[in-house]
């Protein structure tokens, strides 16, 4: 259980646990983090829940803009930004709302965000078995904002590129300029 490890934890940074304000405090992180690493318990199949759907379709749909939630596993701090995923149907198409279910399934577990970004786009690709997969990653880290370096205005951006995305230069820059913010 992680209660007990909970109150350890604030024994040992010099709190009591048993004090008004942090007497529930175990029970809560352990609430917490049993949502926050929810990911664990779910596979793709799951989360994609049959909506994949044959569609002759064969121009590139993106989905931009997912808001990302997840833990870093180096220091279990949060990160935080948006995730942008294009794929080129061959034949079959997948549920939009799915997308954004698919980063929530990989962000709900201890991440490093390159790894995040790669296992979207690998999702992605076997499932669906486009013609290719872009994902792109654009996020801020508490351990680089609170600790650390303390830089509160930097951002990772992370890519995957698979299949057309990686091997078309035209493709990819469709992608780069479709998630980019417009003016006016």
């Given at each position: ?60 749909v ?18 935080f ?20 279910r ?21 999702a ?61």
């Open positions: 259980m992680i209660e007990p490890l909970i109150k350890d934890l604030l024994k040992e940074l010099g709190e009591d646990p048993y004090r008004e304000g942090l007497d529930k405090t175990p029970e809560r992180v352990a609430k917490s983090l049993g949502y926050l690493t929810s990911g664990y318990g779910k596979t793709v199949a799951e989360v994609l829940n049959g909506a994949i759907f044959t569609e002759p379709y064969d121009e590139m993106v989905v931009k803009d997912i808001e990302v939630y997840s833990l870093c596993e180096h220091h279990l701090l949060p990160f930004g948006k995730a942008h995923i294009a794929y080129l149907p061959a034949g079959r198409i997948v549920g939009l709302s799915k997308l954004a698919l980063v929530d399934m990989f962000a709900r577990r201890l991440q490093v965000q390159e790894r995040l970004t790669t296992q979207i786009a690998e992605l690709q076997e499932t669906l078995q486009p013609a290719g997969v872009g994902v792109i990653i654009e996020a801020f880290h508490f351990c680089m904002m609170m600790r650390g370096v303390e830089k509160q205005n930097s951002q990772a951006i992370t890519s995957c590129m698979l299949g057309a995305f990686r091997d078309c230069r035209e493709t990819r820059e469709e992608f780069l300029h479709l998630i980019r913010p417009h003016q006016g």
